[in-house]
């Protein structure tokens, strides 16, 4: 459990654990699961929203403690219940890739899977609150009504009501976003 993985001291770390040999996994990052957490919740984008500190974490999720260890732990926890699960693998991939990055373990091939992660969880996607409607129907909804444009999603991510939708091509965006509000 790390606040960031791309920080300089982290890559440090990263990059003698590479030179004996290791590969370091299993991290979670608390300000990038915050940053999933505002972008379920608000469409912000997780690559581009400023960083936010732990103290200003705690404060946002009305966690109180006075030693920094246990701050960091009372976050992890709350962001481990509340992240819905394909959040939780998002944030494992991000960070794998950022610390193969960090480490300089086969760089040109992390920082490939760095930007293909990013296609595919922000840049090709959409993010979608059902503002009316029952959210149990969200997803036959969305589906229909991209269906009824001629075109594709790779990938949809429906928790409560808000949806992640991953478009088979980027300009597909657009045509989702053209026709406006989606009524069911």
Known sequence: MVARVDLENVHAALRLSA???????????LVTAFKIFDFWHHGQSIYQTTSVSVR????????????????F??????LREVL?????EFL???A??????????????????RRQLRLHFETNSLHI????????????????YIHSRGLEHKRMIVVG???????????????????GTVAY
């Open 129 to 144: 609150e059902c503002e009316r409607g029952p959210p149990s129907r969200l997803r036959q909804t969305l589906e229909k």
């Open 19 to 29: 030179d004996v040999g290791l590969r370091p996994c299993g991290f979670f990052e």
């Open 96 to 113: 794998q890739v950022d610390a193969d990055v960090g480490a300089q373990l086969n760089l040109s091939e992390a920082k490939e899977a």
């Open 84 to 88: 819905p699960a394909e959040f939780l």
């Open 161 to 179: 009501r808000y949806a992640i939708v991953e478009m088979a091509y980027h300009g597909d965006i657009f045509a989702v976003t053209r026709y």
């Open 92 to 94: 494992s991939a991000k």
């Open 56 to 71: 200003d974490l705690m404060a946002k999720f009305g966690l109180r403690m006075d030693v920094k260890l246990e701050n």
């Open 73 to 78: 732990l009372h976050i992890y926890l709350h």
